[in-house]
């Protein structure tokens, strides 16, 4: 019997729902990016993406500092890498992945 366990990984930011799409080494993957520079945080990149609109935020946390896009669409694709190369979790929701960097 081979089964597949496929669980969502969500998180609330200020009453809006982000939903974790998967990982990836690919940045091309992001249309439209636009970064900062202020850690692995996901609450600034929330906050930023519903002010602009954009309904994707993608953070490569680091132990000193991290990078954060916002951006509207993704490109349809299999994230390559897997929830475990991702693991770490963001500086503020640690139980959501923020990736590593």
Same mark, same amino acid.
């Given at each position: 019997?081979?089964?597949?366990?496929?669980?969502?990984?969500?998180?609330?930011?200020? $009453?809006?729902?982000?939903?974790?799409?998967?990982?990836?080494?690919?940045?091309?993957?992001?249309?439209?990016?636009?970064?900062?520079?202020? $850690?692995?945080?996901?609450?600034?990149?929330?906050?930023?993406?519903?002010?602009?609109?954009?309904?994707?935020?993608?953070?490569?946390?680091?132990?000193?500092?991290?990078?954060?896009?916002?951006?509207?669409?993704?490109?349809?694709?299999?994230?390559?890498?897997?929830?475990?190369?991702?693991?770490?979790?963001?500086?503020?929701?640690?139980?959501?992945?923020?990736?590593?960097?």
């Amino acid at each position: 019997i081979t089964a597949q366990i496929q669980c969502q990984v969500t998180a609330s930011v200020n $009453g809006t729902s982000w939903i974790y799409k998967g990982c990836t080494d690919d940045e091309s993957l992001f249309l439209t990016k636009n970064s900062a520079s202020d $850690g692995g945080r996901l609450a600034p990149g929330a906050r930023e993406a519903v002010e602009h609109t954009d309904s994707f935020v993608a953070i490569s946390n680091a132990p000193g500092d991290g990078q954060r896009y916002r951006f509207e669409s993704l490109k349809p694709a299999i994230m390559g890498l897997t929830y475990s190369d991702c693991s770490k979790g963001c500086d503020d929701h640690t139980s959501i992945p923020c990736g590593c960097a």
